[in-house]
């Protein structure tokens, strides 16, 4: 059994949790023994059994529909809406006809997997996408086992409110710096800007020049020393975005036993984030009020070890070796 991985974009376009969950899972599958390797889409050998798309949009339409016909079985991780509010409800029903959504649906018969990361986005599936249950399967985003073996080392200690992820508005951090900078409780920001955030990144730079408190650094590598050492030595990890599905930088920080600072979102109500310090993303008064709430009292904010045990590369890998076999 051969399968090919496909991303949703050019990586040299856009880098974010998706693409490094992709790169992740298909290390993770080939550690596993299992004939997987990367699309060459220059490549006119297609002498392949599965084609693994990441992400269940228009860009892989195409991809989908030409598999199908070269009698190929297709599994498609996805990201998908929660559809929390009505106008994102109503978009969702306008598009169906006209629009994404319409070609979105098309797709679905010729997909044999949709993979997701939890339970509201399999529910999504059902209620939204009508995708009947036997075609869902549920697995969560690696996270990678130098953070399940991290051993803190004798001088290791904690002082500030820790951010990762890319620099864009949708992540919030601009309110995340106010509300530290306000209360001069210090904070590190660890990400790139994200292509066309330029504007975003010169306001959240105006905040950080007027506080003594906070530091950003442009970009880590997933999974460096460097990076799990910023993980391992702060107090509590803040993510009060406006949008996510399963950030992997709040598993990596729940498994090192970290406090969870997390927007008031359908993304926080999962599982793998179960105590975590909810907040209006919007309200600048919550993100203080939560910040305080978790330097006060770091314990209760500390989710459950046993469900990210399910996010163990090898658990993972055998998830989806689970999905190829069974189709």
Known sequence: MKIKFLPYQPHSFAFGGFEIQMLSTFNAIKQLGMNVSKLDVWDRDDNFDILHCWGLDMANYENVYWAKRAKKKVVVTALLNYYESNIQKFKFHL?????????????????DTVVVVNEKQAEVCYRYLKIPAHKVCIIPNVVDEKFFNYKPGENSKNGYILAVGNICNRKNQVNLAISCADDKIPLFLIGKVLNGEEKYADELNSIIKQSDNITWVKGLKENSDELIEYFANCTALALPSFAEQQPIALLEGAVLRKPLIIADKAYARQKYYHNSQLVNPDSISSIKTGLKNVLVNPAKYIPDIEPLLECKSINVANAYANVYNNI
């Open 95 to 111: 598009s169906s006809f006209i629009y994404k959504q319409r070609l979105v649906k098309e797709m679905l018969p010729n997909i």
